[in-house]
Structure formats: structure tokens, C-alpha cells
T-cell receptor
Framework: DAKTTQPPSMDCAEGRAANLPCNHSTISGNEYVYWYRQIHSQGPQYIIHGLKNNETNEMASLIITEDRKSSTLILPHATLRDTAVYYCIVRVATGGYQKVTFGTGTKLQVIP | NAGVMQNPRHLVRRRGQEARLRCSPMKGHSHVYWYRQLPEEGLKFMVYLQKENIIDESGMPKERFSAEFPKEGPSILRIQQVVRGDSAAYFC?????????????FGSGTRLTVV
């Protein structure tokens, strides 16, 4: 799996958009970008994933650059409950074994 | 549709005792993954199992740790002769057999404290 680089921490004002960046410059053509988050002491929660097109679901939007070397997770209206560690992961999504390796993530603090 | 169920939520063991952690995957999921999270650290992969098979145990310590996922019943992570350094949160995740496009579903974890 390709290595990812994320800032260790970020702050965001409540109600504003939180934009979490991730660099994955060595990503392969068949690797997807996945985002998970871990709210304090809870199990990680899957958020969203994508290959090359931008994706949106009820939780967030994922913007992947055209060269696929970086991506941004967007929480459109951050709330205090979005305070968590956010993990960006790249991995193959089809065929064979699919181990998920977590890095250190970005600790997002949503401020009232 | 219940999610991934882990029990117990909290487990206290004295040094030298055995710890048994249980994980019931989501209905229809036949792939189980165990992760360990030491205090103030990230998640570390331990082992990946399918029914009755260990697929990847590259993250599991060679001694005292074992895992199984029998044909019937939950997956079990077993730690023999626990030491203080085993104190951590242990998370289990599951995924469907065929569909690999939705990521893992994690349980709420078991917090092991060794005293």
C-alpha cells in the first residue's frame, strides 16, 4: 500500500468547512483513497473512498487531484462531534488480500 | 442489522493470566481483522482471518498471542501470560466476502488493562 502524509493536527471553527489534506504521491493506478475517522476511544469509522473522481456522501466530500497524488476530505459544516483523528489510506480495492494500514492521521479539533 | 460486536468492552487481568477477546463480525461478513492501539498511539494491524483460516498474521507477536475464527462462533484473540505492555485497546473489523468497496466496519473495541 502507498504511503500517505497528513498534517498532525488542524483546528476548524464550528459551522465552517473542514478541509483535511492528504498527500499520496506514490499511489498506483489501481489504488483507491479511503478515509476513516476515530472519535476518542471509539472504533474507527469508514467515511468515504474514491479512485479518481470526486465523491460525496452524507458525511463528507472527497476531492482527488487529477494526477491523483493528493486528495482533500471536506466536512462541509463541521460540528463539535466531528472532533476526531482522521486517517487517509490508499489501498487496492479489488481482488486478493486487502490489508488496511493506518498512519498517524490528522487530529481535527472543532472549536465552538 | 447489528454491527461488529466485541466483548468484553473492558477486561482487567493480572500479570501472567490469560486474556480472551471475542469478536462477532457483521452478518454476512466472513473476513475479520484485529488491530491493537496502545495509549496515545495509532492503530497497528495484528492479524487477518477468514473462516477457519489465518490469512496474514504478520502483525502479531510471535509469542503469547494467537487468533482463531472457527466455522461457528466468534473470532477469538487470545493473549497468554499477559504483561503490562499488553494493556491497550483491541479493535476488530469485518468486511464482506465479495464486496471490497466499502471499507471495514469496526467494533467498539476491548480495553485490556493488565495490573
Amino acid at each position: 500500500d502507498a504511503k500517505t502524509t497528513q498534517p498532525p493536527s488542524m483546528d476548524c471553527a464550528e459551522g465552517r468547512a473542514a478541509n483535511l489534506p492528504c498527500n499520496h504521491s506514490t499511489i498506483s493506478g489501481n489504488e483507491y483513497v479511503y478515509w476513516y475517522r476515530q472519535i476518542h476511544s471509539q472504533g474507527p469509522q469508514y467515511i468515504i473512498h474514491g479512485l479518481k473522481n470526486n465523491e460525496t456522501n452524507e458525511m463528507a466530500s472527497l476531492i482527488i487531484t487529477e494526477d491523483r497524488k493528493s486528495s482533500t476530505l471536506i466536512l462541509p459544516h463541521a460540528t463539535l462531534r466531528d472532533t476526531a483523528v482522521y486517517y487517509c489510506i490508499v489501498r487496492v480495492a479489488t481482488g486478493g488480500y486487502q490489508k488496511v494500514t493506518f498512519g498517524t492521521g490528522t487530529k481535527l479539533q472543532v472549536i465552538p | 442489522n447489528a454491527g461488529v460486536m466485541q466483548n468484553p468492552r473492558h477486561l482487567v487481568r493480572r500479570r501472567g493470566q490469560e486474556a480472551r477477546l471475542r469478536c462477532s463480525p457483521m452478518k454476512g461478513h466472513s473476513h475479520v481483522y484485529w488491530y491493537r492501539q496502545l495509549p496515545e498511539e495509532g492503530l497497528k494491524f495484528m492479524v487477518y482471518l477468514q473462516k477457519e483460516n489465518i490469512i496474514d498474521e504478520s502483525g502479531m507477536p510471535k509469542e503469547r498471542f494467537s487468533a482463531e475464527f472457527p466455522k461457528e462462533g466468534p473470532s477469538i484473540l487470545r493473549i497468554q501470560q499477559v504483561v503490562r505492555g499488553d494493556s491497550a485497546a483491541y479493535f476488530c473489523a469485518s468486511s464482506p466476502q465479495a464486496d471490497r468497496n466499502y471499507g471495514y466496519t469496526f467494533g467498539s473495541g476491548t480495553r485490556l488493562t493488565v495490573v
